[in-house]
């Protein structure tokens, strides 16, 4: 029997636990559809800020050059569409293929403060509220090392504990218990947990 990497998380099921990152091919509709249409398990849209950006100057990227090598290295600065782009119907359709794909949809978010992070949050959970069932929950970036003038916020464990009590009391979260994923650091997983188990968050 092969082996199986189906699972579930937050009680959302994914064919497969492997699935991209946010990250610089993960921009566009046009992009993502690729993604959707892979073997990934499910599909991550660009971390997106309150209004599009372009990011940090060029150049941005690196890739090594080698015929057999695939590394590569960006601090591109989060350009993106502006969350609106990443939650319309008309993006989540191009994304997910027109329906040819069915694995979960998530948004990513990285406001430059709590308020915008507030602001686009209110705006996902509008978006769900009017219908949009696909998105299947929300990744809160917050380990972003790319901003030029933004520290990490998830570096600072005062400012981390006070972004997560602030988000997890929202409705979206709290009352209507969509999914919330939190992009740290490796080290930083069981502060994580212990905020959210204060704030019984399930």
């Given at each position: 029997?092969?082996?199986?990497?189906?699972?579930?998380?937050?009680?959302i099921p994914f064919e497969t636990c492997i699935y991209n990152a946010?990250?610089?091919?993960?921009?566009?509709?046009?992009?993502?559809?690729?993604?959707?249409?892979?073997?990934?398990?499910?599909?991550?849209?660009?971390?997106?800020?309150?209004?599009?950006?372009?990011?940090?100057?060029?150049?941005?990227?690196?890739?090594?050059?080698?015929?057999?090598?695939?590394?590569?290295?960006?601090?591109?600065?989060?350009?993106?569409?502006?969350?609106?782009?990443?939650?319309?119907?008309?993006?989540?359709?191009?994304?997910?293929?027109?329906?040819?794909?069915?694995?979960?949809?998530?948004?990513?978010?990285?406001?430059?403060?709590?308020?915008?992070?507030?602001?686009?949050?209110?705006?996902?959970?509008?978006?769900?509220?009017?219908?949009?069932?696909?998105?299947?929950?929300?990744?809160?970036?917050?380990?972003?090392?790319?901003?030029?003038?933004?520290?990490?916020?998830?570096?600072?464990?005062?400012?981390?504990?006070?972004?997560?009590?602030?988000?997890s009391k929202l409705p979206i979260f709290a009352e209507s218990k969509?999914?919330?994923?939190?992009?740290?650091?490796?080290?930083?997983?069981?502060?994580?947990?212990?905020?959210?188990?204060?704030?019984?968050?399930?």
């Amino acid at each position: 029997m092969a082996p199986s990497l189906k699972t579930t998380v937050a009680s959302i099921p994914f064919e497969t636990c492997i699935y991209n990152a946010s990250g610089p091919r993960t921009g566009s509709s046009q992009a993502l559809s690729k993604i959707a249409l892979s073997k990934a398990g499910a599909v991550l849209a660009k971390s997106a800020t309150l209004g599009d950006q372009k990011g940090n100057p060029l150049p941005r990227t690196w890739h090594h050059d080698a015929q057999d090598s695939h590394a590569s290295m960006n601090s591109e600065g989060l350009p993106n569409a502006g969350i609106d782009y990443y939650i319309s119907t008309d993006t989540i359709d191009e994304a997910m293929s027109n329906g040819q794909a069915s694995k979960p949809y998530f948004v990513s978010i990285s406001g430059k403060n709590i308020d915008d992070n507030v602001t686009m949050l209110n705006r996902i959970h509008a978006k769900i509220l009017s219908g949009e069932k696909r998105i299947a929950g929300v990744e809160l970036n917050l380990a972003c090392p790319n901003i030029i003038g933004k520290p990490i916020i998830a570096y600072d464990f005062d400012q981390l504990e006070s972004v997560l009590d602030a988000v997890s009391k929202l409705p979206i979260f709290a009352e209507s218990k969509i999914p919330l994923g939190v992009k740290v650091s490796r080290p930083f997983v069981r502060i994580i947990d212990s905020i959210f188990v204060k704030n019984e968050v399930k």
